[in-house]
């Protein structure tokens, strides 16, 4: 099994100056590990705001400039460096973006799918592929000389697809490929990502569409509040009995299958010092509130939580 990315240890904070003055720097990534292998779908599942386009970025090389990172990422065993994630991009590795405003205003929407090319020959074959994959997503030759603020928001995101698709890459980074895609479109997505993973490839896909990462992922990561608090697999996710933390058996439970029980309260937003689930944990202990557990090894599943560290271990 060969690892594709590693991301080990990866903070990220930004730095925001309150009323002009008062420097604070305020955590959103706190010390974040995953990997995605060789023919392995990764889905990364949490809810809005809890890292998941930040993770993506930083794998990029496209965080906003007031961000300040520590941490590692590798590909394919090489520390990517911003010099290596820019040669890379658009290339080996590939972004689907979740906003449509990574699409350039000023450039017909088949122009960009295609890309930078080396000569005509390149850019004839490029063209056919790119009108093969418009044409699979229902975009007519009619939108290839569209400019994207011709687009509705599902045409938009379809080109998205699109273009990364065409990069064809050996790892594909998908943040929140399907929300506003019709189900035809969904599925036609999943399976493209399942075909990459055919062809040895590895992908990572961000959703907070519980569904869509059980039926595409290997593997699942919970994200809460910056954090992985859980790395299990997706045949595990099927039964909340079968997953380890608190909040993933929440999130589990409050499928529509099971009744919607999602447990009350809100993701903290900043820095905490404790475990990021204290406020919300039916299984909380004293030391949770001011101690972080670490994400631990525990009989081959990824855990952050206390109840699964040794009882002698007092962090
Ligand atoms: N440029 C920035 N400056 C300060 N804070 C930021 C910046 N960009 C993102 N954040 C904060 O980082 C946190 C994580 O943002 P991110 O976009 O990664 O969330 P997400 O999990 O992708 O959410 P969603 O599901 O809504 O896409 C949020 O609280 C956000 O407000
Ligand atoms: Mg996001």
Redesign the pocket.
């Known amino acids: 099994m060969t690892k594709l990315l590693e991301v080990n240890n990866l903070s990220?904070s930004?730095t925001?100056y309150v009323q002009g003055l008062n420097r604070h720097d305020?955590k959103?990534?706190t010390d974040l590990t995953i990997d995605v292998n060789e023919n392995e779908i990764v889905a990364v599942l949490?809810?809005?705001?809890?890292?998941?386009?930040?993770?993506?970025?930083s794998i990029l090389g496209i965080l906003?400039y007031?961000?300040q990172v520590t941490g590692e990422i590798k590909y394919n065993g090489e520390v990517l460096t911003q010099e290596l994630k820019e040669k890379l991009r658009g290339k080996e590795i590939c972004l689907i973006p979740?906003s449509v405003n990574f699409l350039d205003p000023l450039m017909k929407v088949s122009q960009q799918a295609i890309g930078e090319c080396e000569d005509d020959k390149e850019r004839e074959e490029k063209k056919i592929r790119q009108r093969e994959v418009f044409s699979k997503y229902g975009l007519d030759e009619s939108v290839d000389d569209l400019y994207p603020f011709e687009l509705s928001g599902g045409m938009a995101r379809k080109v998205l697809l699109s273009t990364a698709l065409l990069g064809d890459p050996n790892l594909l980074i998908a943040?929140?490929p399907t929300p506003g895609l019709d189900k035809q479109s969904v599925e036609e997505t999943i399976s493209d990502i399942k075909n990459l993973k055919e062809q040895d490839k590895g992908v990572l896909l961000?959703t907070?569409e519980i569904n869509v990462a059980l039926k595409t992922a290997d593997r699942i990561a919970v994200?809460y509040s910056?954090h992985v608090i859980e790395i299990n697999t997706a045949e595990n996710f099927k039964d909340a009995d079968n997953v380890l933390h608190p909040y993933t058996k929440a999130l589990i439970n409050s499928l529509p299958r099971n009744g919607f029980k999602l447990t009350e309260g809100v993701q903290p937003?900043d820095d905490v010092i404790g475990c990021p689930y204290y406020e919300n944990c039916p299984a909380r202990m004293d030391k949770c509130e001011k101690n972080k557990p670490k994400l631990i090894n525990h009989n081959g599943v990824m855990i952050r939580c206390f109840n699964y560290e040794e009882v002698n271990d007092e962090s």
């Open positions: 990220i930004f925001q305020s959103v990534i949490g809810s809005s705001g809890s890292g998941k386009s930040l993770l993506a970025h906003p007031n961000s979740q943040d929140e961000i907070h994200f910056g937003l």
